[in-house]
């Protein structure tokens, strides 16, 4: 799914790159989708690593956001049930970049 060498290709030179992979709306399955979007980011970060490039940009929700301490949006009972996967895996994929 992931073209590293490609991708190396493409990106090194540059200042940046910006993110905003969406495998939810790719006709992927939730399960697949959810592996996709935790499995590209690390694929991507190692591949921007390898290119050089020194910025990361990532567009996400805000599911993953607290709303109240220790609280997260995602977990609230008004939360949209078809974007729950997505913002669980976005959360995971924050964790990924903090570390």
Request: hydrophobic share 45%.
């Amino acid at each position: 799914m992931f073209n590293d060498k490609e991708l190396i290709q493409i990106i090194t030179g540059h200042d940046a790159v910006i993110n905003a992979f969406n495998p939810f709306q790719q006709g992927i399955a939730t399960a697949d989708g959810y592996q996709a979007q935790i499995n590209g980011t690390e694929s991507l970060i190692g591949t921007i690593k390898k290119a050089g490039v020194k910025r990361l940009l990532m567009v996400g929700g805000a599911g993953s956001l607290e709303v109240a301490p220790g609280a997260l949006l995602v977990d609230a009972p008004e939360f949209p049930t078809e974007w729950k996967d997505m913002a669980l895996a976005m959360g995971i994929v924050l964790s990924i970049l903090k570390n």
